[in-house]
């Protein structure tokens, strides 16, 4: 389901046009993007948990030349399913 389809499903259940629910959809990912941009965590109940985990600085080796790198921390995004939507999965 790409993100056209999504939005007139959604459209059709709620009873807003698709303008309203693609600016709805925008203003939901735009707010879930601010929180997360800030460092908080994002549960939705029955679906999981979003955050933003650091890794850390590693040292990794080049297979074919044998060559030592460090590859600086980074920020990553983190999402842990909840339980009820992994039942769903079993």
Same mark, same amino acid.
């Given at each position: 389901? &790409? &993100? #056209? %389809?999504?939005?007139? %499903?959604?459209?059709?259940?709620?009873?807003? !046009?698709? #303008?309203?629910t693609s %600016?709805?959809?925008?203003?939901?990912?735009?707010?879930?993007t601010?929180?997360?941009?800030?460092?908080?965590?994002?549960?939705?109940?029955?679906?999981? !948990?979003?955050?933003?985990k650091? +890794?850390?600085?590693?040292? !990794?080796?080049? @297979? !074919?030349? +044998?060559?030592?790198?460090l590859? @600086? @921390? #980074?920020l990553?995004? &983190?999402?842990?399913?909840?339980?009820a939507? #992994?039942? +769903?999965? +079993?």
């Amino acid at each position: 389901m &790409n &993100n #056209k %389809e999504f939005t007139s %499903e959604l459209s059709r259940r709620l009873g807003y !046009t698709i #303008k309203d629910t693609s %600016e709805l959809i925008a203003s939901l990912l735009s707010d879930m993007t601010q929180q997360l941009q800030e460092g908080n965590v994002i549960s939705v109940q029955g679906f999981g !948990t979003f955050e933003v985990k650091k +890794k850390a600085e590693r040292i !990794t080796i080049n @297979p !074919t030349t +044998k060559l030592r790198m460090l590859i @600086p @921390p #980074k920020l990553v995004l &983190n999402y842990r399913p909840s339980s009820a939507l #992994k039942d +769903k999965f +079993k």
